[in-house]
């Protein structure tokens, strides 16, 4: 399979290549527009801040390609973040790719949400062989709320998406590449989609 | 629910683990990578590891460790010691480490601090604060490895790390370090009180209850320990169920 990781330097794009590694999965890391099109499936991983991670990806005009992607797409963390409307994270336009804002976690409770949390209410062969209530390790400051398009909820203390499904793209809050055998559980149910 | 974490430290000196012992199950305990493994088998939340020589030289070998440990274990870790610039954390993070850990680095120049939240977003950034009490001084911060006072109220240098951008505070207590009395109760609520970020409490674990008092009494995201773990004289799973008994919330 061939299998492509878009590159434009996110933080944790070498935790991801080693997950993979770990599944017996090489995968390319490339901002090519060919290699990305031609791709069977591509990951989009991202830590860090918003409109920074939009800068880097317009200086590549991934911001363009990106959305005209038709094979199973997975973005990661930040990753999934960006492929929605609008962040408050430094108030940046993002790719627009799914219909939904994101939004600064406004609670009592320590911010970033930062630690392993359950994921609830699967619904989507992303989950296959998770259990309802198994971990999963997060880190972030900013949610997706639930919506049509969640697969996957986690509470903090507010139910929020850990995971969305929107045509040929497949997100996740976590970090499924940090999450133990779980997490990679989750990486392999994506590569068998 | 989002669990407490229980976070083994292993200090790493010419790219091997000090203070550990022979186990069992491992090949080679002083070996990082299989010692990491190990830990997350057994339910490590997450791992520090303090590169204890961190000389310039070295701090290229613990970048090639980071690496190699990012490509054999599937938790997170923070990496620390010797961290004085943007370029150092750049290195350690393409190499694989999800936080980074920075201590005296911070009080000499704070506006790194900042600086590293910006540029690799503060889930990142873990700031080190060695703390000691004294009568005449109330908790104070110390620097360079606990040798030398700063003029830095402890509660205060918290939160003024957390306004530049740390995501994650890991407080020692100097008073309690080594003594395996208990964590530092009072400190740490204090500061898990007056900032929003996650602390982690660390320095004077000795037994399963020290650990409850730090979640329970102090309100501590996270506990760390060094040698309780390395000489087995705690293991995780236990101390998870018994902390699970007590009310805590824990992954196991």
């Known amino acids: 399979m061939d299998l492509v990781i878009v590159d434009y330097k996110a933080g944790n794009v070498q935790s991801v290549m080693f997950a993979l590694e770990r599944l017996g999965i090489n995968a390319t890391l490339s901002c090519d527009f060919e290699t990305i099109k031609s791709a069977d499936k591509v990951i989009f991983p991202g830590v860090g801040e918003a409109s920074s991670a939009m800068a880097q990806l317009k200086a590549r005009n991934l911001d363009k390609l990106l959305p005209t992607l038709e094979q199973p797409f997975f973005g990661v963390c930040l990753g999934m973040q960006l492929l929605c409307q609008h962040s408050e994270e430094g108030d940046t336009e993002l790719l627009g790719i799914i219909p939904l804002p994101v939004k600064r976690f406004e609670t009592e409770l320590k911010v970033p949400h930062m630690g392993w949390n359950q994921l609830e209410k699967l619904q989507s062969p992303l989950f296959a062989g998770i259990n309802e209530g198994d971990y999963a390790y997060y880190v972030h400051s900013y949610y997706v709320p639930l919506s049509e398009y969640t697969i996957a909820q986690t509470s903090y203390p507010e139910p929020f998406s850990a995971a969305l499904h929107y045509k040929n793209f497949y997100a996740a809050q976590f970090h499924p590449e940090k999450s133990g055998p779980a997490g990679s559980q989750i990486l392999k149910n994506f590569l068998a989609l | ?252």
């Open chain 2, 1 to 252: 629910m989002l669990t407490k974490r229980i976070i083994p430290c292993l200090d790493i000196k010419d790219g091997r683990t000090v203070k550990g012992i022979r186990f069992e199950n491992i090949r080679d305990a002083g070996d990082p990578v299989e010692l990491a493994k190990w830990y997350a088998e057994q339910g490590a939340d997450e791992l520090v590891f303090l590169d204890i020589t961190a000389t310039n030289e070295e701090r290229k070998t613990f970048a090639e460790l980071v690496r190699d440990i990012a490509r054999h274990i599937d938790i997170p870790f923070t990496v620390g010691g010797g961290i004085s610039a943007v370029a150092d954390v750049e290195l350690l993070l393409q190499a694989g480490a999800d936080k980074v850990s920075i201590n005296s680095a911070a009080i000499k120049n704070p506006q790194l601090v900042k600086d590293l939240a910006s540029r690799f977003g503060s889930q990142c950034v873990t700031v080190a604060i060695d703390t000691k009490y004294t009568e005449a001084t109330g908790w104070k911060v110390y620097t360079r490895a606990g040798t030398v006072e700063t003029e830095w109220a402890t509660v205060d240098w918290a939160k003024k790390v957390v306004e530049l951008g740390a995501g994650e505070i890991l407080l020692t207590s100097m008073n309690n370090d080594g003594t395996k009395a208990g964590f530092a109760l009072d400190i740490t609520k204090a500061i898990s009180e007056a900032v929003s970020v996650p602390v982690i409490a660390s320095g004077g674990a000795g037994n399963m209850q020290h650990f409850a008092d730090a979640f329970n009494k102090a309100h501590a995201d996270a506990a760390l320990a060094a040698s309780l773990f390395h000489f087995r004289e705690l293991e995780i799973p236990d101390l998870k169920r018994f902390l699970k008994e007590q009310g805590v919330e824990v992954r196991i």
